[in-house]
């Protein structure tokens, strides 16, 4: 999905959703070591599809297979 409405969200007003992770947790899924399931999976306020992009940018992307270390 394109990060683009989820971004633009961010910067135009007040939170509109929230993540709960631990830091370690975090930088995996944005560095393209947690798959979308596992992506859903952390504490989120919402539902995270919408978001789905902001985790598959370049260089990084999400994997297809949940990585369990």
Known sequence: SD???AIQ???D???IARLEATPFELVRALTGRRSLAQ???LGW???PAPYDGLFDLWPFSVR???LVE
Do not use: C, F
């Open 39 to 41: 992506v859903h999976r």
């Open 45 to 47: 306020s919402v539902d």
């Open 13 to 15: 007003g007040p939170p």
């Open 3 to 5: 990060p683009t409405l």
């Open 64 to 66: 297809s297979a949940d």
């Open 9 to 11: 969200a961010t910067l």
